[in-house]
């Protein structure tokens, strides 16, 4: 690997994601990575904040365990994309030299990410979803390879800053502490003009979001029984402002499109909430879909080795708890009862 002219070794830097004023859940989570790793450094935690008119964020960066908040304000940052955000990263990152930045692997961090790396001629893990340092202080960055069959743990011993992009979904949002504050440092922006204009950010329907996106997955199996039948589970899917999803059986059976399909031959996802509708739970689908943060399955066959993986598991046939699933979750939705997926998790519990 080449030498590079930066050295990298102050602090861990997270790039905070935000959405019509509110952080993204991803960055919350990759902001408690960052705390555990700077601590076991002796390094600061430090957040990269841009946007315009969104200093009120930083408080909050605080309370989920920044240090330091560095916010960078201009109205060509106001809507997030990777173009604007390129130039005043490289030009802090030059000038402040971070040993690791992380952001999440969403679908800014995951062009911003290898654009940033490609321009500071270092490299990047992406999809990581384990992060730790070794006694030499370098970050071990663990991701799935070959569809989930194993994990790699990647070092870059020579690249500074040691970039990685973290899937949402993964870890473990830590409860915040309200009483701490973070240091506020004001950056200008280096900003420089780009091919690409951002004109407007329009949130798309959840149910078009491609599956390794979506916070919530409803799938089905050879147990939904027929194409016709997936409307049910798009409809509990639509309460939840989720997606569907499937199994090979049921894509073998025409029922619903390849790109669909979830396991060792399709998607690898990892959703904060996954409902496996009348799907067995053979190892090529568990594979798939094992690191979603909550599982809930629905199966007639109380033996499925599906309720294995489950963290809920509702024995019964599909055609009658999942409308009546979407109906309770609709009135509860309705009623407030129901905010977060969290929140659906334990409805269900109890
Ligand atoms: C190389 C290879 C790659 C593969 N890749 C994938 C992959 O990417 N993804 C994948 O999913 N599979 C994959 N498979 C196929 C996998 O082995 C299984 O055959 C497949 O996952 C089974 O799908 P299923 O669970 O929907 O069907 P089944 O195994 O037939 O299970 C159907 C389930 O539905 C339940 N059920 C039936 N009726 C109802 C009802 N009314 N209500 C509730 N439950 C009901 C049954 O009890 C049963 O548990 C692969 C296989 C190979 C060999």
Redesign the pocket.
């Known amino acids: 690997m080449k030498e590079r002219a930066i050295s990298g070794d102050r602090g861990v830097l997270v790039l905070a994601e935000h959405e019509r004023g509110e952080l993204k859940e991803v960055t919350l989570e990759v902001l408690g990575a960052g705390r555990k790793l700077a601590d076991k450094l002796g390094d600061k935690l430090g957040a990269l904040l841009l946007g315009h008119d969104a200093t009120g964020l930083a408080e909050p960066l605080g309370h989920h365990f920044a240090d330091v908040v560095y916010v960078m304000d201009s109205p060509e940052l106001e809507i997030p994309s990777a173009s604007s955000y390129l130039a005043p990263l490289q030009h802090f990152i030059a000038e402040n030299q971070p040993r690791v930045l992380l952001m999440g692997a969403t679908p800014l961090g995951r062009e911003l990410g290898p654009r940033l790396a490609a321009r500071l001629g270092g490299s990047l893990a992406s999809d990581c979803t384990i992060l730790d340092v070794n006694e030499d202080g370098l970050l071990l960055q663990t991701k799935p390879a070959y569809?989930g069959k194993v994990y790699t743990t990647l070092i870059c011993p020579s690249s500074r800053p040691q970039m990685a992009t973290v899937k949402p979904g993964v870890m473990e949002v830590k409860p915040p502490n309200a009483d701490r504050r973070a240091q506020m440092v004001r950056v200008t922006p280096v900003m420089e003009k780009t091919p690409v204009e951002v004109l407007d950010f329009i949130k798309g329907d959840p149910s078009d979001v491609p599956l390794e996106e979506a916070d919530i997955v409803v799938a089905?199996?050879?147990?939904?029984?027929g194409a016709a039948n997936f409307g049910i589970l798009e409809e509990l899917a639509g309460v939840l402002g989720g997606t569907v999803g499937?199994?090979?059986?049921?894509?073998?059976e025409g029922w619903i499109p390849f790109e669909k399909?979830?396991?060792?031959?399709?998607?690898t996802v990892s959703p904060k909430l996954y409902i496996?509708?009348?799907?067995?739970?053979?190892?090529?689908?568990v594979?798939?879909m094992k690191d979603s943060r909550s599982i809930i399955a629905?199966?007639?066959?109380v033996a499925?080795?599906?309720f294995k993986v489950a963290d809920v598991g509702i024995v019964?046939?599909?055609?009658?708890?999942v409308p009546a699933l979407a109906e309770l979750l609709r009135q509860a939705v309705k009623e407030g009862t129901i905010k977060t997926v969290g929140d659906v998790t334990k409805a269900l519990r109890s």
């Open positions: 569809g089905g199996g050879r147990g939904v029984g499937a199994s090979r059986a049921a894509v073998d399909q979830v396991g060792q031959t399709g998607k496996a509708c009348g799907i067995s739970g053979q190892i090529q689908h594979m798939g629905i199966n007639i066959d499925a080795p599906i019964g046939d599909l055609r009658e708890v």
